[in-house]
């Protein structure tokens, strides 16, 4: 029988001696610094797209930023990951999703308490202002439409994490 324990006081440790020796050094590129923030704090941030090449290219955008995507072609797989013991930090939506569509589970997402307030922009081809009228309705963040710009994904990204909460 394997015995379960707790390695909470390990990471505690094994982050503050990390900051102290960075500290300590006379100097440390930013790029270094935002790795070893991201490796010790993960922004997890999870892409609901059926299309794997929009997926995978959202993946690589993504990482290029330091976050750490979680990826769903479909609201099957999102309960996997839901299931996983991930704190999720943003979601990014496609509205054409198969046998649940991105706005019911938007409005699944929003009515969640412990889901609600993660900050979600959908993501989508369609883009008739009826569709924007919805995405307001269930409580999106924003809504981006493809084929999209990635500075502006990255930026709306940045901003929604960082407001105050």
Same mark, same amino acid.
């Given at each position: 029988m394997t015995k379960k324990f707790s390695t909470s006081a390990m990471i505690q440790k094994i982050e503050k001696l990390t900051k102290q020796r960075m500290a300590g050094q006379d100097v440390v590129e930013l790029d270094q610094f935002r790795d070893v923030k991201n490796k010790m704090n993960p922004i997890n941030i999870l892409v609901i797209e059926d299309d794997e090449t929009q997926r995978s290219s959202l993946k690589r955008i993504l990482e290029s930023d330091g976050y750490n995507p979680k990826l769903a072609a479909d609201a099957a797989e999102l309960t996997q990951i839901l299931d996983e013991d991930h704190e999720i930090h943003f979601i990014i939506l496609d509205v054409g999703l198969p046998w649940i569509n991105g706005f019911e589970l938007a409005q699944m997402i929003k009515d969640h308490r412990d889901l609600?307030?993660?900050?979600?922009?959908?993501?989508? #081809?369609? #883009?008739?202002?009826?569709?924007?009228?919805? #995405?307001?309705?269930?409580? #999106?963040?924003?809504?981006?439409?493809?084929?999209?710009?990635?500075?502006? $994904?990255?930026?709306?990204?940045?901003? $929604?994490?960082?407001?105050?909460?």
């Open positions: 609600k307030s993660i900050p979600l922009i959908f993501l989508s #081809a369609q #883009a008739e202002s009826k569709d924007f009228d919805e #995405a307001r309705q269930v409580g #999106a963040d924003d809504y981006i439409k493809k084929p999209f710009d990635i500075d502006k $994904l990255k930026t709306r990204i940045r901003e $929604l994490l960082n407001r105050p909460k």
